[in-house]
């Protein structure tokens, strides 16, 4: 069995077998974070409810890192051509109207919510005490709906963090490097010990 071959294997157990992803219907919650940020649209009230609360050169960056990541998170899509988790007859599917057919790595939804959250983090820690519960819940809603395998929401995340850190100058700021080490440390086992 080749490391790719494993690495489905852990994603469909993950997806079908786990009693942390439910089958039956999700929380309209759930529902609301998944659609609101499809093509990154959540993210602008976010940086401008931040902007009215005197957080603007927060707002700024992190609105600026989300739309940078935007278009890579659809590139690497181009290039790594991936299929969607076959669940349509699920309950937790069938609640999400949208029937995406792109490339399901990584999580263009996971690329744009960790990067506008990295760099809010990386800009004001105040302010992402409120905004990362929503990045998790917009990374948790594309599993729980059933339209990515685990590995592309977290693929999605680390592309979309690697995209603020670069924006905040990696080899500038000390929080920006030892964040970058942080992720890598944090990523690293789950793809080496199923590539």
């Known amino acids: 069995m080749t490391g790719e ?3 489905e294997e852990l994603d469909e157990d ?7 992803l439910p089958t039956r219907r999700p929380h309209p919650i759930i529902i609301a974070a ?3 940020a499809r093509g990154g649209l959540l993210w602008l009230p976010v940086a401008g409810l931040l902007a009215l609360c005197g957080r603007k050169k927060t707002a700024k960056r992190a609105f600026t890192a989300a739309v940078v990541a935007m278009p890579l998170g659809h590139l690497v899509s181009v290039v790594v051509h991936r299929r ?4 349509a007859s ?4 069938q609640e999400l109207p949208e029937h995406p057919d792109s490339s399901s790595f990584p999580s263009k939804h996971a ?4 990067a506008f959250g990295t760099a809010t983090a990386l800009t004001d820690r105040e302010a992402a005490f409120f ?3 929503l990045v998790l819940l917009v990374a948790y809603s594309r599993l729980r709906t059933r339209v990515h395998w685990p590995t592309d929401v977290l693929g999605g995340l680390a592309i979309g963090a690697l995209v603020a850190l670069v924006q905040a100058g990696i ?4 929080r920006a490097r030892a964040t970058a080490c942080r992720l890598a440390a944090i990523v690293r086992p789950v793809f080496s010990d199923h590539s």
Not at 90 to 93: G, L, S, W
Not at 111 to 114: D, L, M, N
Not at 171 to 174: I, K, Q
Request: no cysteine.
């Open 90 to 93: 699920m309950p937790a599917r």
């Open 34 to 36: 998944s659609l609101t």
């Open 84 to 87: 969607r988790p076959q669940v």
């Open 111 to 114: 690329v744009t919510a960790a």
């Open 131 to 133: 905004v990362t519960p």
């Open 5 to 7: 071959d494993e690495l």
């Open 171 to 174: 080899g500038r700021s000390a």
């Open 14 to 20: 993950s997806l079908h077998n786990s009693e942390a």
